[in-house]
């Protein structure tokens, strides 16, 4: 196995049991970093330490994770044009904020028969959103209700955290 000192400097490829009593010696662990190189590679390092700095950099990795909701928007085969662009409003700031948006058109009764007005107000919609999002589910039936999902532009969520780093 290749064994590595803690300061990163490369004693070189040693038998397992030289590495442990160079190990013992130092007063250190001898800890297994990567099992699958070739020839391993083990490092003579405390590993209480070692795990800490494991915990740190998970956490960290966690913190920059980005989680993607989806948010939903109501609509009807009858809205109005202000309940429409009120709707898509708050549609053009979710995705802007970099989340997903679920559209969808409740049909009850005998509006199952037109159809075709729920179709009318989702591609509208696609057509408003078209320049900050991207069709990620094409309209389609679900029972009573018509939906598609936007997601955001890679492009834009990317320049809105770019000015949201630079405040």
């Not at 085969?77 to 708050?90: A, L």
């Not at 320049?131 to 999902?149: R, W």
């Amino acid at each position: 196995m290749r064994v590595v000192t803690e300061d990163g400097e490369t004693l070189g490829v040693m038998d397992t049991r030289d590495a442990i009593q160079e190990a013992r010696n130092r007063g250190i662990d001898l800890v297994e970093i990567a099992p699958n190189a070739k020839p391993p590679v083990c490092k003579l390092i405390d590993y209480g330490k070692f795990l800490y700095e494991q915990k740190k950099r998970a956490h960290e990795a966690k913190k920059k994770q980005v989680t993607v909701q989806v948010k939903e928007i109501k609509f009807r085969p009858g809205t109005d044009d202000h309940d429409y662009s009120y709707r898509m409003k708050h549609a053009r700031e979710w995705l802007g904020d970099g989340d997903k948006v679920r559209a969808a058109i409740a049909f009850r009764g005998r509006e199952m028969t037109h159809r075709e007005l729920g179709a009318k107000i989702l591609a509208k919609l696609t057509e408003d959103l078209a320049d900050i999002a991207d069709v990620e589910v094409a309209p389609k039936m679900e029972g009573y209700q018509m939906f598609t999902i936007f997601i955001p532009k890679k492009s834009k969520v990317a320049e809105k955290k770019a000015e949201n780093n630079g405040e």
